[in-house]
Nanobody
Framework: QVQLVESGGGLVQAGDSLRLSCAASGRTSGRSGMGWFRQAPGKEREIVAAISWTGSSTYYADSVKGRFTISRENAKNTLYLQMNSLKPEDTAVYYC????????????????WGQGTQVTVSS
């Protein structure tokens, strides 16, 4: 069973940068595809970025492409999301997720979820 814990959220101003981390535990986490999702109040959870277990394949939502970078350090069982040029519309709870598939950009593929970390961007 994979367990995930996010960290790094906080309050920032528009244009600032923030890096989220996700610590994964469990023997299968190293070969799992992983992703970042976010959910704003009253909105559906949406995918932000995804990465294959090797890091060779990545996906970004159009809204964050060019601003966010997903990466992973398997030796430390850690997933990252570097967020640059943050906008107020990026405000949401950000969730780390893992899929038993090697790579997936669809919500339904993800079986394991963290509890989320709040990111708030003020104008």
């Amino acid at each position: 069973q994979v367990q995930l814990v996010e960290s790094g959220g906080g309050l920032v101003q528009a244009g600032d940068s923030l890096r989220l981390s996700c610590a994964a535990s469990g023997r299968t986490s190293g070969r799992s595809g992983m992703g970042w999702f976010r959910q704003a109040p009253g909105k559906e959870r949406e995918i932000v970025a995804a990465i294959s277990w090797t890091g060779s394949s990545t996906y970004y939502a159009d809204s964050v492409k060019g601003r966010f970078t997903i990466s992973r350090e398997n030796a430390k069982n850690t997933l990252y999301l570097q967020m640059n040029s943050l906008k107020p519309e990026d405000t949401a709870v950000y969730y780390c997720a893992a899929t038993p598939w090697g790579y997936c950009s669809n919500y339904g593929c993800y079986d394991f979820w963290g509890q989320g970390t709040q990111v708030t961007v003020s104008s």
